[in-house]
Every structure is written in C-alpha cells, then in structure tokens.
C-alpha cells in the first residue's frame, strides 16, 4: 500500500511531450510523464536508452541539450549522482552544507544517515558508502520536494547497497519528498519504489505499480521480460 | 588440541612477515631533509679548502668568504644593498603576483576575458622578457621602475599560465554539482573555483619565486647602479672572488628561504590533498 495516499492528487513533476536529441539522434521521444507528491518511483532501461537524459532534463542541468517539450517540476529540488561528488577541499560538514546554511540542520543530516562523528573528516579519509551516504545527506538538508537519483549506489558492494536501500527507503518515509531514482537493477527497483518505468526507444515502454502485499517475484519477472531478459532466472 | 593449534596459529600471525605490496610512494619525509644536499656540498667545499686543492683566488675557503661577510656587513655597504634588493624582488614580485592572479580569473571566468587577455599573455610569454631591457629602460629610464617592472613581468606569467590552466581545468563534475545546490556566482567562485584552482596556483608561484630572484640577478649583474648585484659586479673588477661569493649566498640564502615559505603555506593551505608529497 502506497503511503502518503492523499498527496498522490498534486502532481510534483509533470512532463508532456518531452524530446532531446543528441547530433540529429532522438533520445527522448515525447515523453508524458506525472510523478504524484511523495511518490517512489525508479527509472529502468537499456544502457543508452536515455535514463540519464531524463533525469539530467528534470534536473535542469541539459544546457545545451536540443529539445523540446513542456517540464514542471518543483523549487527544491536535490540530486544524488552516481559518484558521491564531494569537494575534497571542504570537510564532511562543509560539504554537506555546500549551498545552504543552518549547521545544525547539517549535524542532523549526518547523523540520520550513520556520520555522526565524521563531520570534521575530509572526503578522502571516507569509504565509498560513506562517501555516498554524505552525499546522501547532502541532498536532504535541503529539504527537497524531488530527490533525483542516478545510480547513485551503482559503485557500492552489494553489502553496503542493501543497508543503502533500507536507509534510503526510511529517509524517504520521514521526509516524504518525491523521488526519481535511475537504476540498472531489477531487483533495487522492486524493492524500493512504489512505481517501475521502463523507457524503451525514447518513451515509457511500461508504468508498473508495485503493490507492497503482491510477490516481488511476479514483477521481477515481467519487468525483465520488458527489458528483453527472457531466459529463466532464479 | 584446538586450543593450541589456535594459540599457534595467532603467534605465527604476530611473528611471521606478513607480505606486503612494494610500496611505490617514496614513503614519509626525513625532518630537515632538505638540508642534507646542500650541508653536504659545504662539507665538501670545506674539505677541498682545507686540504689545499682549491685555488683559493678562484675559490676560496668557506670561512674566507664568512669572514669577508662578516666584514662586509659590519662596515661595508652590505646590509643597504640586501635592502635594496629585497625591495626590488618584493615589490615586482607583488606586482606580478597581483596581475598574475587577476588576470587569470579574469580570462578563466568569462570568455570575453578569455578572448582579450589569453592570446596576449601567450604572446608576451613567446618574447623573452630579459629581452625586453633595453626597451624598458628607453621608456622607463635606467631607475628602480623598470628592474620593477622586468621583475613583475617575470613572475606574472608562471603565476597566469598555471592559475589559468588550473581554472580552466576545474571538473566538470563540479560546476553541475554547484548549479544543482543552487549556488550563486560569486559562491560558486569561491567555494569551487578558487580552492579547485589553488594547486596550480601554488605550482605558478614557485616558478615565480624563482623568477623573481633571476631576473633581479640578470638585472643587477647588467645594469645597477646599487645593490648585490651591483656589489658582485665591483668584486669582479677587482677579482674579490670572496666578494662575488658572500653574493652568490645571500642570493642562495633568498632564493631557499622565500621557496621554503611558499611550500609552508601551500601545505597549510592544501592540507586536504594527500598526494606522494604528504
Ligand atoms: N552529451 C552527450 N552528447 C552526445 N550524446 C549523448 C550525450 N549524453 C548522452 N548521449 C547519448 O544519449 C544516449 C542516452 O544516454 P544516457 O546517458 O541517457 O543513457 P542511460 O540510459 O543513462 O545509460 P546508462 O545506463 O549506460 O547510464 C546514449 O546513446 C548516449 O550516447
Ligand atoms: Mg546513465
């Protein structure tokens, strides 16, 4: 069941029509997209299909990026990217801070994802889950309306991605931001989001609500079967 | 029976050599190893002197040339030319550091700057600037401005080149991380651009530390009036080579000592970087 049931009514992100191209190759073609407030929702496809794109588009960070199309999506907005992004120059505090003040706010960050402690430490002494985990605090001092993820547990053990998983999944619950996350993985997808797209030749190939109480299984199955994973698993 | 195969196991771990990879960083840093070559040199300067297989017109003992500094200090004119020097490097160096510094975020931070100002340093850096002494002394007379002056130009381009390439070398990465936190110009310059700068900028000024001293060497040696430079020059025409050599230490003494303060402060400064230095 998916919580946060009465905000699902505003739509957080609205896409319609939204292409880009790179050199003449269409990416992204026409997309139409509603991300409801507080929704979960992973991002699967092919290497190259453009997941990246997407999220790099409702990011605002695709400058000189040739398309068109029409994308709401709110003020605050955080991103978590794949590598964890730190400045090495500024220590785990300063960084978590990077854009916002409110030390305070920053402790607390750190604290809620396992740092505490490590605030005066410089990135390079942190391991890549930390690292991450910093990053991760980063992105929530902010407070965001949408959080925009790029695989951002691809560079971690499958070990620490599990714990990664649950954090992320409770820091979710508290704060209740929408959430758009990139992944390759199957099974990450299913297990955290409330909802699984799978972009297919520049559109949405398939929208999948993941009913929490229906066997992870099943989904498993049909979304591979969406990326053309048709041999038997498991 | 388990026990002791465990106790075993756990001594053999402590005393045996665990193998370990070759380690390719040079390892940590001796204290004071940086005086160990020249204290080195001396002791064998010394030596040669002592043992009488040194032309002691040509070079002379190093307690000669102590002892003509000594002399030179206490009644000759050496602390005023020491003065005089000093001010001429620092204040070109100043000035070069300054224009340095400027111009390079000038020409790293906007494309016009870059337009206007990158093409010209690279011309003035394609003409030896010790070649520029006569024109400079035509135009700014054969006073204190133009040793500043050939001195600042010295420095200013070690000092703009690396900054420069070292601004526009900032990762990518970086500058999307700082739009996505929001953050304005001027925060983005200075939380981003200038400390991911500062390690080129360290590299351009000690090449302009450098560059300060040859050029007030080359300066003084050729056209002073006052100075060491203007001391040695004398010595020569009096074959003191003891002279010439109380120059040549101070200018070493000059040259290891701003060198030593400007690592001092890089490492203060970038202590976050762990590098095969640290
Ligand atoms: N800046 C760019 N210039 C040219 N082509 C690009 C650029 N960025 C992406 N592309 C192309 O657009 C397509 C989609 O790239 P995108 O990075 O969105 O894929 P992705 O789905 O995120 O893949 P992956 O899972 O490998 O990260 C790719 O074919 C890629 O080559
Ligand atoms: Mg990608």
């Given at each position: 069941?998916?919580?946060?049931?009465?905000?699902?009514?505003?739509?957080?992100?609205?896409?319609?029509?939204?292409?880009?191209?790179?050199?003449?190759?269409?990416?992204?073609?026409?997309?139409?997209?509603?991300?409801?407030?507080?929704?979960?929702?992973?991002?699967?496809?092919?290497?190259?299909?453009?997941?990246?794109?997407?999220?790099?588009?409702?990011?605002g960070l695709d400058h000189e990026v040739v398309g068109s199309g029409q994308l709401t999506a709110p003020d605050r907005v955080s991103v978590v990217f794949q590598d964890a992004r730190l400045l090495p120059w500024r220590r785990v505090l300063d960084n978590v801070l990077l854009g916002?003040?409110?030390?305070?706010?920053?402790?607390?960050?750190?604290?809620?994802?396992?740092?505490?402690?490590?605030?005066?430490?410089?990135?390079?002494?942190?391991?890549?889950?930390?690292?991450?985990?910093?990053?991760?605090?980063?992105?929530?001092?902010?407070?965001?309306?949408?959080?925009?993820?790029?695989?951002?547990?691809?560079?971690?053990?499958?070990?620490?991605?599990?714990?990664?998983?649950?954090?992320?999944?409770?820091?979710?619950?508290?704060?209740?931001?929408?959430?758009?996350?990139?992944?390759?993985?199957?099974?990450?997808?299913?297990?955290l989001a409330d909802r699984v797209l799978v972009l297919e030749h520049g559109r949405i190939g398939l929208d999948l609500t993941i009913e929490r109480e229906r066997s992870r299984e099943e989904y498993r199955v049909r979304l591979l079967a969406a990326l053309g994973v048709t041999a038997?698993?498991? | 029976?388990?026990?002791?195969?465990?106790?075993?196991?756990?001594?053999?771990?402590?005393?045996?050599?665990?193998?370990?990879?070759?380690?390719?960083?040079?390892?940590?840093?001796?204290?004071?190893?940086?005086?160990?070559?020249?204290?080195?040199?001396?002791?064998?300067?010394?030596?040669?002197?002592?043992?009488?297989?040194?032309?002691?017109?040509?070079?002379?003992?190093?307690?000669?040339?102590?002892?003509?500094?000594?002399?030179?200090?206490?009644?000759?004119?050496?602390?005023?030319?020491?003065?005089?020097?000093?001010?001429?490097?620092?204040?070109?160096?100043?000035?070069?550091?300054?224009?340095?510094?400027?111009?390079?975020?000038?020409?790293?931070?906007?494309?016009?700057?870059?337009?206007?100002?990158?093409?010209?340093?690279?011309?003035?850096?394609?003409?030896?600037?010790?070649?520029?002494?006569?024109?400079?002394?035509?135009?700014?007379?054969?006073?204190?401005?133009?040793?500043?002056?050939?001195?600042?130009?010295?420095?200013?381009?070690?000092?703009?080149?690396?900054?420069?390439?070292?601004?526009?070398?900032?990762?990518?990465?970086?500058?999307?991380?700082?739009?996505?936190?929001?953050?304005?110009?001027?925060?983005?310059?200075?939380?981003?651009?200038?400390?991911?700068?500062?390690?080129?900028?360290?590299?351009?000024?000690?090449?302009?530390?450098?560059?300060?001293?040859?050029?007030?060497?080359?300066?003084?040696?050729?056209?002073?009036?006052?100075?060491?430079?203007?001391?040695?020059?004398?010595?020569?025409?009096?074959?003191?080579?003891?002279?010439?050599?109380?120059?040549?230490?101070?200018?070493?003494?000059?040259?290891?000592?701003?060198?030593?303060?400007?690592?001092?402060?890089?490492?203060?400064?970038?202590?976050?970087?762990?590098?095969?230095s640290s």
């Amino acid at each position: 069941m998916a919580p946060h049931t009465e905000q699902l009514t505003r739509p957080a992100v609205r896409l319609r029509g939204l292409t880009r191209s790179f050199g003449g190759r269409t990416v992204l073609d026409g997309i139409d997209l509603d991300i409801p407030a507080g929704q979960f929702v992973a991002l699967l496809g092919h290497s190259g299909s453009g997941k990246s794109t997407l999220l790099r588009a409702v990011a605002g960070l695709d400058h000189e990026v040739v398309g068109s199309g029409q994308l709401t999506a709110p003020d605050r907005v955080s991103v978590v990217f794949q590598d964890a992004r730190l400045l090495p120059w500024r220590r785990v505090l300063d960084n978590v801070l990077l854009g916002t003040d409110g030390e305070e706010k920053g402790r607390e960050a750190l604290e809620e994802v396992g740092l505490k402690g490590r605030e005066r430490a410089w990135p390079s002494e942190l391991s890549g889950g930390e690292a991450q985990r910093a990053a991760l605090a980063r992105s929530l001092v902010r407070e965001p309306e949408l959080l925009l993820a790029d695989e951002p547990f691809g560079a971690l053990d499958a070990l620490t991605r599990i714990r990664m998983h649950a954090l992320l999944r409770q820091l979710w619950k508290r704060h209740q931001p929408s959430v758009l996350l990139v992944t390759h993985d199957v099974d990450e997808a299913v297990v955290l989001a409330d909802r699984v797209l799978v972009l297919e030749h520049g559109r949405i190939g398939l929208d999948l609500t993941i009913e929490r109480e229906r066997s992870r299984e099943e989904y498993r199955v049909r979304l591979l079967a969406a990326l053309g994973v048709t041999a038997e698993v498991g | 029976m388990t026990t002791t195969v465990a106790a075993t196991a756990a001594v053999a771990r402590d005393t045996s050599q665990v193998r370990r990879r070759r380690r390719l960083s040079p390892g940590r840093r001796l204290p004071a190893a940086r005086l160990v070559g020249p204290v080195l040199l001396l002791a064998l300067w010394a030596a040669a002197s002592a043992a009488g297989r040194l032309d002691p017109a040509a070079v002379p003992a190093p307690w000669t040339v102590v002892r003509t500094g000594v002399h030179l200090w206490t009644a000759g004119t050496l602390p005023t030319d020491i003065l005089t020097s000093l001010r001429r490097a620092a204040s070109g160096f100043a000035i070069g550091l300054a224009a340095g510094v400027l111009l390079a975020l000038a020409a790293g931070l906007s494309r016009a700057g870059e337009a206007l100002i990158d093409g010209t340093v690279n011309l003035n850096r394609a003409i030896p600037t010790l070649g520029l002494i006569p024109l400079f002394i035509l135009w700014l007379g054969i006073g204190e401005s133009f040793k500043v002056a050939i001195i600042a130009i010295v420095v200013y381009i070690p000092i703009y080149l690396n900054t420069h390439a070292a601004l526009a070398g900032i990762d990518h990465r970086y500058v999307e991380l700082a739009e996505v936190q929001g953050l304005s110009r001027f925060a983005f310059v200075r939380q981003i651009v200038i400390p991911g700068a500062l390690p080129g900028f360290f590299v351009g000024l000690r090449l302009g530390v450098t560059g300060s001293w040859l050029g007030l060497v080359v300066l003084e040696q050729i056209n002073a009036t006052s100075g060491l430079g203007y001391l040695m020059f004398q010595a020569q025409n009096y074959g003191q080579s003891d002279v010439i050599l109380v120059g040549l230490v101070v200018y070493g003494v000059f040259g290891l000592v701003s060198d030593s303060a400007v690592r001092l402060v890089e490492r203060r400064v970038l202590s976050w970087r762990r590098t095969l230095s640290s």
